[in-house]
């Protein structure tokens, strides 16, 4: 998934030294894909505005010359033929993270210790050794038992180096043990969760599958080729490593044009990355710098990131309250919501592109533009608003000069520990505020390098400083807002309404708050989504889609969605088709044709993702609702089958079984699935509740219960267990769960409705009260309390 440093097969998690969980992909396509009925737990305007790619104009054809002559479509080449025009860039990038981040397993490529060396961890043994040329691990594989498997290739070079294992129909498994190149030591990526062959996030399960989660972002011209008839890849590419055309695209037409003397440096490209438009190239870029689920085979050179990716808004796992990394989200996500980002920064304004290192030493990019004179020498960067300050200075940093603290990055950009030992800068180049930290938990430069008493001695002297240069009352910022937004506090609809009303809001910023707008339903949540539909920002006009569907029923929603099913970005497209669907059966009149295009489009996407248990549910589920019955328990069958772990597809499948009249099927499935996975709250969940249906209230409810338990932030499986404990006749109890439930999810509306109701049946209504009191200075137009 990553280009830069070691960015290898596995990201990982909220803990600092711990990868990925099992749900990346869950998280991404799944979350963001997936609308799956009956399944709950599935499921920019900024200022200036964001620049809306478009291609450069074609030069106007002179009267004297004829009319150029259409190419052919580009295709790739061999890069070795860039060294003789372009040696310069070609050095830059010899030896870089972008040549190196995947090579032939070879004697010169190899940097782990495979002298017959023996690692222990996770209660797995694994031992290094070579047969002549060939380099070998024996360690357990999907059964459990310890085989021989011969590495492949490698994966990135610094700080650590990971490796690939080729385990038959063309799969290429991630290895969870890595070698850290500054410790020289081997470790584990998933050190203290006791991974072993029976978890997803063995090296041998589906989640640790290269072929899918990281060889494009480590190649040049990838094409997964997977073969759903015969479950094998054929995965290919132009050149390992990142390569000029993962960037530029394909050369062919280059080549051509320069064979005939144009003097257009960048003719035959379909993309010019130095387009006054930054966006052009910081898409280029975020095409692998960014936490997405992809929307094909592959990307088209010249389209908008969403015509092929999905990009991951700021939600609640990936991202801290004021928008810092916390899980693995590489840098995309940060540096959109940046000041740098409105102002017109792209990434080679810090970082050299093909060598991948910064642009000067120290302090000398900021100073690029932070510095004595108050003004830029980046050239399409605005300047509007640059102080003239010695920002080198002591009075500045507060931090002796050479010392830690005082250098930009140790405040602005503060890092975090991913894949072990792999430090990642955050990029949304906040500033440090100690005491806003402490009130909203969220990650600070200041508290991390001066914790305990310390820490507390800083921040009354942040405070000190802050009072000698504060500054006029501002309107309010947008953590504070989420804050009280996710907390439910008093005035959260208030605050989300005011974020969305601002014109500088960050497009992923606004997609976020549009997000939340399900939690505080009224007329001006409406409004607010409703407008947001025709944003500028592609990101902004999907999330409005997904409020308005929150909001409204389909034959409703049908006249706000229908102009989408032709809107310029494929993503767009695509969640407007699949949340008219039930509609459209029925005819949406002159859109109709739209939206057969858009929903064959939505189709195509998941037919391209077909290795993916996560993609053959949702083929399951969109054949279910046009009425291609026949299709349906076939691919869920392949969703069990290409990840047996995907509970989903086999809560699914038992749905579909049971409605087909097969219910002994659908419980024989049901019992070997909880049998096989006993810790799984979903099928727990499912199967309690499908005793509720057969009227087995009594054995239901310990599984009930086992599920909160086990996902206890779930807000379906409280809810469905208070819901039970009141029909059982324990009033109390349901009062007690959902009390429990609110204590985490404040701004539950079904929990806050149930309690209040059950409080007054229990002849509680003082609680009744406060809680009612609570709900109208939360949202006071939510359409429930009238």
Known sequence: ?????????????????????????????????????????????????????????????????????????????????????????????????????????????????????????????????????????????IDGKNADFKVAYTFGIAPLQQYLIEVGEGRLQALGVAWDTQKNRWFHLYAGQGVNFKNPLHWSKPSQNANFMCVECHTTGYKRNFDAAKNTFDSQWNSLGVGCQACHGPASNHLESIAKKTDLIHAGFAVDLKDKNATVEIETCARCHARRAPLGDGYTVGKRLMDDYLPSVLTRELYALDGKIKDEVFEHGSFAQSKMFDKGVRCSNCHNPHSTELKAPGNGVCLQCHNTAGKTAVQGVDGKGLQAKNYDAIEHTRHTMGQPGSQCVDCHMPGKFYMGNDLRHDHSFSIPNPERAKKLGTPDACLSCHQGKAGDKITEQFKLWNTASASPVQAARYDESLWLIRNGQPGAANALYEQLQRNNLPAIQRATLLAELALYPSDQALKLATQDLQNPAPQVRESAVRAISAFLPPPERAPLLTPLLSDPVKAVRIVAARDLLSVARNGLGTAQANWEAAIAEYEAVQKSLAERAEANLNLAMLYQASGRSSEVEPLLRSAIKRDPDFYPARVTLVQWLEASGRGPEAQALLEQSIKDHPDSALLLHTQGLSLIRAGKTAQAMPLLRKAATLEPQSAQYGYVLAVALHDSGKVAEACDELERLLSLQPANRNARLSLIQYYLENGQEPKAQVLLQGWKKMNMGDPALK
């Open 1 to 141: 998934m990553r280009t830069h440093k070691n960015k290898a097969a596995t990201p990982e998690p909220d803990s600092p030294n711990a990868p990925i969980s099992r749900y990346l992909f869950p998280v991404t396509i799944a979350a963001l894909l997936l609308a799956v009925a009956g399944i709950g737990w599935f499921l920019l305007s900024s200022k200036p505005a964001p620049q809306v790619y478009t291609p450069p104009p074609t030069p106007a054809v002179q009267p004297a010359k004829p009319a150029p002559v259409a190419m052919a479509p580009a295709k790739m080449v061999d890069e070795q033929q860039c060294q003789g025009c372009h040696s310069e860039q070609v050095k830059d990038w010899q030896g870089s993270h972008h040549q190196l981040a995947m090579q032939q397993a070879n004697a010169q490529t190899m940097l782990g210790d495979f002298n017959n060396v023996t690692f222990k961890a996770e209660n797995e043994t694994t031992k290094f050794s070579r047969k002549g040329d060939e380099f070998w691990v024996n360690t357990p594989g």
